[in-house]
């Protein structure tokens, strides 16, 4: 069984930076590819990034892009969201997820397993 489980989250102000870890085990981790969702209340979880098994195809939504970069060590099977310049508007939980080999984490019904989720609160 697949485990997932987030660090990294906290209380910054705008403009500054965080970088969230996700701890992977219970499979081969570099045959998973693996994602970062966020949900606030009242919304429902979106896509905010994803990568490859062997670390490549790093894609990401829109509002990310240029500020937070997804990468991962399978050496330490955990993948990281580094996010910087952060607003406001990224105040959420977020999650890191996988699904199954042959499957890409880069939308809801494509998740296969989520991790407890991480708080960020971005305010001055």
């Known amino acids: 069984q697949v485990r997932l489980v987030e660090s990294g989250g906290g209380l910054v102000q705008p403009g500054e930076s965080l970088r969230l870890s996700c701890a992977f085990s219970?499979?081969?981790?570099?045959?998973?590819?693996m994602g970062w969702f966020r949900q606030t209340p009242g919304k429902e979880r979106e896509f905010v990034a994803a990568?490859?098994?062997?670390?490549?195809?790093?894609y990401y939504v829109d509002f990310v892009k240029g500020r937070f970069t997804i990468s991962r060590d399978n050496a330490k099977n955990t993948v990281y969201l580094q996010m910087n310049s952060l607003e406001p508007e990224d105040t959420a939980i977020y999650y890191c997820?996988?699904?199954?080999?042959?499957?890409?984490?880069?939308?809801?019904?494509?998740?296969?397993?989520w991790g407890q989720g991480t708080q960020v609160t971005v305010s001055s």
């Open positions: 990568i490859g098994g062997s670390g490549d195809g790093a």
């Open positions: 997820t996988t699904s199954n080999p042959g499957s890409f984490p880069a939308g809801r019904q494509s998740v296969d397993y």
């Open positions: 219970g499979r081969t981790f570099e045959r998973y590819a």
